[in-house]
């Protein structure tokens, strides 16, 4: 099983600043990643796949990078929508596809 | 609008049984690959099982395999879970999510808000 580690466990962050997040796999995937923001009551939402291709609806200032073990998700200016956990999860070859245990972003 | 709608949930005593649904809206439910994915109290996001858009291939969670069974009616535009001799590690919000693609690609790019399962006697 591949294990996806998140860090850091928590990010405290102004609005306006950037924010980045990391994601390391435990083995290579590719560029088999996805990232998705969590908000309490709501439903996941993608926000990036292949690990830097923006889903459909995504703003442009959330950005993907990395391939193989490393990879990153920058929030350029952060809004005060962006406060959220936000979890990245692999998808290559077989199962299980697992996520990492989350980034808390919040409001510094 | 596009949507997907868990229902189901409830509580269970250990050992129990119960059936979750997930009502598909807004787009062409039979050319998806249909996913459960679950989220213990205060903890991370955890995938469950996969079905393919007809129904003839599945993954299992090794956690649930032989336990839990996924399916699907493509006609009703639903996708079903089935989960039998339930542990108290099983409690969780059980997420209904969609594949891009028929088979493969298993990212998810669109969820429903979930629906709430506690095994507890």
């Known amino acids: 099983e591949i294990v996806m580690t998140q860090s850091p466990a928590t990010l405290s962050v102004s609005p306006g600043e950037r924010a980045t997040l990391s994601c390391r796999a435990s083995?290579?995937?590719?560029?088999?990643l996805a990232w998705y923001q969590e908000k309490p009551g709501q439903a996941p939402r993608l926000l990036i796949y292949?690990?830097?291709t923006r889903a459909t609806g995504i703003p442009a200032r959330f950005s993907g990078s990395g391939s193989g073990t490393e990879f990153t998700l920058t929030i350029s200016s952060l809004q005060s929508e962006d406060f959220a956990v936000y979890y990245c999860?692999?998808?290559?070859?077989?199962?299980?596809?697992?996520f990492g245990q989350g980034t808390k972003l919040e409001l510094k | 609008e596009v949507q997907l709608l868990e229902s189901g949930g409830g509580l269970v005593q250990p050992g129990g049984s119960l059936r979750l649904s997930c009502a598909a809206s807004?787009?062409?439910?039979?050319?998806?690959?249909m996913n459960w994915v679950r989220q213990a109290p205060g903890k991370g996001l955890e995938w469950v099982s996969s079905?393919?858009?007809?129904?003839?291939?599945?993954y299992y969670a090794d956690s649930v395999r032989g336990r839990f069974t996924i399916s699907r009616d493509n006609s009703k535009n639903t996708l079903y879970l089935q989960m039998n001799s339930l542990r108290a590690e099983d409690t969780a919000v059980y997420y209904c999510a969609k594949n891009p693609r028929p088979w493969g690609d298993f990212y998810f790019d669109l969820w429903g808000r979930g629906t709430l399962v506690t095994v507890s006697s």
């Open positions: 079905i393919s858009a007809s129904g003839g291939l599945t």
């Open positions: 807004g787009f062409t439910f039979s050319s998806y690959a």
């Open positions: 292949g690990a830097s």
């Open positions: 083995q290579s995937v590719s560029s088999d």
């Open positions: 999860q692999h998808y290559n070859n077989w199962p299980p596809y697992t």
